[in-house]
């Protein structure tokens, strides 16, 4: 059996801990929803209150006290893992370890008072350190791998918003496909915060009652909070004590909006059917769906139109599972708590229930179930789906080993290819009126697109015209890099509900605090449908994203990727880097390159396990530690093929 066995696991949501945050209703039960009006959001001002709160006590014992709210969970979830890893593999912490974790907001509860501490005059040099070391988007990775004593051999952190973990897993999978890791944990996590929940409601994307996956009436989602890590190791046919199996991963992107999706689904579709094929299987096998299932208009429509296309007739309806009805949306978090979920209704042969009591809409005709029933439902499909385009998918497969399944098809043999850098820019700064003209769009539209997004569309042009036209990427992917995301956006976001209240958030600026938003602004201006997302897993994210685009190359995911590492440098940057790491170099600027199967003379070959903080030299951050691995490159012949 390929791809990669569930061993151990651990997890938190609304639900509990542990196995109760992933449980499906059982057999002749409904599900039931923890989503709730919560006292915290309505006491800030939100017209739209309901959230999915996880239990106060979070179980954490014999460790440091946690940061923020995010650590806590992600720590909880992690802590369980580490501890059943110790009952059913005591000898795990001698192996080569990869943690590949996924998270929408990372520390954003900090951030939020990072910078309203900003503003107080009265704030000391201190508290303002003490603060800005946990408001990164990965400040909670930091924190609980510490806590836990963990020092993984490979690290990544994916923030590709809400499909985030799933993206992570997929990237666990190829890990050990090659033999990088001998076990993988994989997940992700967020908590709940007024800056994401008012980001939401801006956007008129939360339910004022109740989420209604699929169904008449659906209004939006709702928040939940939570966390959920799985400890993969290479899948076997006679693998002992695996819970299930992951075999097949698939990514793309939309490539058409920055937070709506493609109404056709093509993306999706794509990342569905690349899923289906790494794993060898035919549509035939999958009789449950995890869906995204966001309960909001267009997203619900789109998912059920890919789901009837790859279920087509003769293939028959699978059962479909809205787990973010039960628990509420959980972000970073959500792609591994539904598969889990899933991987639950797997070995227990139950076909879950679906929450929602509204009838189906006709317009998203998808099989839900009143009560739970029992089922042998062969394998799972996971889909996901995320601001930028992201597209996302995983197929899973109980324990018992299969054999190849009736009207199977031969799994896809992933070879490890060579990765190549070939051409590469470095801009420094960008021009409207030249970049509005380069891209052929009206002026007012570059204006509409944040100043981090400005940056990888020019470093886009720069690139396009380095391999002399866009044909050069025809069916590339795009992995952006930032040492600390979209820091200054998100002051810019925090200040104006600070100032006006939640209601008062502004819809156009939102967006742009997802990390992920260059790595779309950029597939969309080309046109790039392969996978895409952004990686952050600390102040090397320039070569993270290189080594996160070359993994995907090397497994055949994708012939071609740009790699984006941009660093917008602005004044809450700036302050951070001087109160949190003086003397260390940030600088408004952006790298792209193009990462290729295809040797040509010149070309960097990519060690795929290189370690980004050696890379660069000491003090560089973000794209300047990038642009310095690839000059100190070119400047040693016996480093190029």
């Not at 039931?32 to 309505?42: C, F, G, H, K, Q």
């Not at 006491?43 to 709160?53: E, K, S, T, V």
């Not at 090659?178 to 996590?189: I, N």
Request: glycine share 12%; hydrophobic share 50%; proline share 7%.
């Amino acid at each position: 059996m390929k791809g990669a066995s569930v061993v151990a696991a651990g997890a938190v949501s609304a639900h509990g801990l542990g196995r109760a945050a992933y449980a499906v209703a059982p057999v002749g039960a409904p599900a039931v929803s923890a989503i709730r009006r919560d006292p915290e959001l309505a006491a800030a001002g939100l017209a739209r209150p309901l959230c999915a709160r996880a239990p106060a006590e979070l179980g954490i014992v014999h460790v440091p006290a946690p940061g923020d709210r995010a650590t806590a969970l992600l720590l909880a979830a992690l802590a369980q893992v580490c501890a059943e890893l110790d009952t059913v593999r005591p000898g795990w912490r001698a192996l080569r370890l990869g943690v590949a974790l996924g998270t929408s907001s990372g520390g954003m509860l900090t951030a939020e008072r990072f910078f309203a501490a900003l503003e107080r005059p009265d704030a000391t040099p201190g508290e303002l350190a003490a603060l800005g070391r946990g408001a990164t988007y990965f400040a909670p990775l930091d924190d609980a791998l510490r806590a836990l004593g963990l020092a993984p051999r490979l690290r990544q952190q994916t923030l590709a918003a809400c499909a985030s973990s799933t993206v992570a897993l997929g990237l666990g999978l190829r890990w050990l496909a090659r033999g990088a890791c001998d076990l993988v944990l994989a997940g992700g996590y967020d908590a709940v915060s007024l800056f994401v929940a008012a980001g939401f409601e801006a956007l008129r994307a939360t339910t004022a009652s109740a989420p209604q996956p699929f169904r008449l009436g659906r209004d939006g989602m709702a928040l939940g909070e939570g966390a959920a890590v799985l400890a993969l190791v290479p899948a076997s046919a006679t693998e002992a004590g695996a819970a299930f199996h992951v075999t097949g991963f698939g990514a793309s992107c939309d490539a058409v909006h920055i937070t709506a999706p493609d109404r056709e689904g093509r993306g999706l579709a794509r990342a569905a059917r690349a899923a289906l094929g790494d794993a060898g299987l035919e549509a035939a096998a999958v009789g449950l769906v995890s869906a995204h299932g966001t309960s909001t208009p267009y997203n619900d429509a789109m998912e059920a139109r890919v789901v009837a296309e790859l279920f087509a007739p003769p293939a028959g309806p699978p059962v479909v599972h809205p787990f973010k009805a039960e628990i509420g949306h959980t972000l970073g978090a959500a792609g591994a708590l539904e598969t889990l979920a899933a991987g639950e209704a797997l070995g227990l042969g139950i076909a879950p229930a679906a929450a929602g009591d509204a009838p189906q809409d006709p317009e998203a005709p998808v099989r839900q179930l009143a009560v739970s029933e029992a089922c042998e439902l062969g394998a799972a499909l996971k889909l996901s789906a995320a601001f930028g385009g992201v597209c996302a998918a995983l197929v899973l497969e109980s324990a018992r080993a299969r054999a190849q399944p009736p009207g199977g098809v031969p799994a896809r043999v992933r070879a490890v290819r060579p990765v190549y850098v070939g051409a590469h820019v470095v801009v420094g700064g960008v021009e409207r009126p030249a970049l509005a003209a380069a891209l052929g769009w009206p002026l007012d539209r570059v204006a509409r697109v944040d100043e981090l997004g400005q940056l990888g569309l020019a470093a886009g042009v720069a690139l396009v015209a380095a391999l002399g036209g866009p044909e050069a990427l025809a069916g590339a992917g795009v992995v952006a890099g930032q040492a600390l995301g979209p820091l200054d956006v998100n002051a810019r976001f925090a200040a104006r509900i600070a100032a006006k209240g939640p209601r008062g958030a502004d819809p156009r600026l939102f967006p742009a605090t997802s990390p992920n938003a260059v790595a779309g602004h950029v597939a969309i201006a080309w046109g790039l449908t392969g996978p895409s997302f952004a990686v952050g897993a600390g102040l090397d994210a320039g070569l993270e994203a290189l080594l996160a685009a070359a993994e995907l190359v090397a497994a055949g995911d994708a012939d071609r990727m740009v790699v984006v590492a941009a660093d917008e440098a602005g004044p809450t940057s700036r302050r951070w880097v001087e109160v949190v790491a003086p003397g260390r170099t940030l600088a408004r600027g952006a790298v792209a390159l193009l990462l290729t199967s295809e040797r040509s003379e010149g070309a960097r070959l990519v060690d795929l396990d290189a370690d980004p903080s050696l890379g660069a030299p000491t003090g560089c951050i973000g794209h300047l530690g990038l642009e310095a691995w690839l000059r100190e490159r070119r400047m040693s012949d016996s480093d190029w093929a």
